[in-house]
C-alpha cells in the first residue's frame, strides 16, 4: 500500500517561512518525480513545484518562483518544500504527489491527505 504523508504545515505571519515535509512509504519512489500541489478556498487543486527522480530538475509555479524551494533525499524516500517570503495568497491545503513530473494534477497517480498552511496579513 502506497502512503505519502505531509507534514510541517500551520500557520504563519506574512513574509514568515515553513519547510513541509512528505514522507513516502510502502513503495520505493526513487524512479518516480514527486512534486508538491495547493488548494486554496474555493480553488482547482494547482501545481506549485516538481522534482525529478535525481533531483538534477526541478520545476515552479509562476507564482511561487524565487520563494519556494523543492528537494528530495532519496535515501529517506522523503521530499521538502522550503516556503520563504510567504504571502495571505499562498494559504492552501498543500498535497504531496508522486508518479509524475506534469502540471495536471490528473497525471498524478499517488497523493497525500494534504497539510493545512495559512498565512496571515
Partial sequence: QVQ??????GAVQAGGSLRLS????????S???????????G???????????????????????GRFTIS??????TVYLQMNSLKPED???YYCAAGSS??????WPYWGQGT???VSS
Fill in 4 to 9: 505519502l504523508v505531509e507534514s510541517g504545515g
Fill in 22 to 29: 512528505c514522507a513516502a512509504s510502502g513503495h520505493t519512489f
Fill in 31 to 41: 524512479g518516480y518525480g514527486m512534486g508538491w500541489f495547493r488548494q486554496g478556498p
Fill in 43 to 65: 480553488k482547482e487543486r494547482e501545481f506549485v513545484a516538481a522534482i525529478n527522480w535525481s533531483g538534477g530538475s526541478t520545476s515552479y509555479a509562476d507564482s511561487v518562483k
Fill in 72 to 77: 528530495r533525499d532519496s535515501a529517506k524516500n
Fill in 91 to 93: 494559504t492552501a491545503v
Fill in 102 to 107: 506534469l502540471v495536471s494534477p490528473a497525471r
Fill in 116 to 118: 493545512q498552511v495559512t
